[in-house]
């Protein structure tokens, strides 16, 4: 079956660098898009970005444009996604999720476990 | 681009009815037929529970629905049940540059 397993907790400090990767299986990595969402403790959901596996193509939500990269390694089914210059305000689960269908708007109904990312001074 | 709003909770008694609402803009929800809602159980990912407006995946009860209406999307949990208690959250494609919006997310509690 589809599955989307995440990379373990991260404990980072102010200014540094994360990169959680998200491995796909049960299913053509290369057909659905792959977003990352994120939930601080106690708050909504957000939406950071999504890849293309196909092609590689990306787009970000402007509040992480300059901060955030999502990749992907095609041969190991695996999206990845890196958030610079941390702040305490980055704390939060981090998800993967892939879509119904390969287009930007098609709803995400598959969702990793989500990896937990605490950064402190 | 805003979060949509929703509100902070709903609450009903087994059996009952409810109806969560999602407002946004023209620009998102009343702009296309792109809304989805998401079940998160505390600790847990969230669960994809209505698409494209009112569309339900393999494996979601039935009581589980979704409507529009111009700018405010609605999900209806009919037959409240205790496992239905949860934060929901809706979503809309959005036209701006973020291309993807949340709600704000509504605590339902069953009495």
């Known amino acids: 079956q589809m599955q989307l397993v995440q990379s373990g907790a991260e404990v980072k400090k102010t200014g540094s660098s994360v990169k959680v990767s998200c491995k796909a299986s049960?299913?053509?990595?290369?057909?659905?898009?792959l977003h990352w969402v994120r939930q601080a403790p106690g708050q909504a959901l957000e939406w950071m970005g999504w890849?293309?596996?196909?092609?590689?193509?990306?787009n970000y939500a402007q509040k992480f444009q300059d901060r955030v990269t999502i990749t992907r390694d095609r041969s190991m089914s695996t999206a990845y996604m890196e958030l610079s210059s941390l702040r305490s305000e980055d704390t939060a689960m981090y998800y993967c999720a892939s879509t119904i269908e390969p287009t930007a708007h098609s709803s995400l109904n598959y969702w990793g476990q989500g990896t937990l990312v605490t950064v402190s001074s | 681009q805003s979060a949509l709003t929703q509100p902070a909770s709903v609450s009903g008694s087994p059996g009952q009815s409810i109806t969560i609402s999602c407002t946004g803009t023209s620009s998102d929800v009343g702009g296309y037929n792109y809304v989805s809602w998401y079940q998160q159980h505390p600790g847990k990912a969230p669960k994809l529970m209505i698409y494209d407006v009112s569309n339900r995946p393999s494996g979601v009860s039935n009581r589980f629905s979704g409507s529009k209406s111009g700018n405010t999307a609605s999900l209806t949990i009919s037959g409240l049940q205790a496992e239905d208690e949860a934060d929901y959250y809706c979503?809309?494609?959005?036209?701006?540059?973020?291309?993807?919006?949340f709600g704000t997310g509504t605590k339902v509690t069953v009495l």
């Open positions: 890849i293309t596996p196909f092609n590689g193509n990306t």
């Open positions: 979503s809309s494609y959005t036209s701006s540059s973020t291309l993807r919006v």
């Open positions: 049960g299913y053509t990595f290369t057909y659905r898009y």
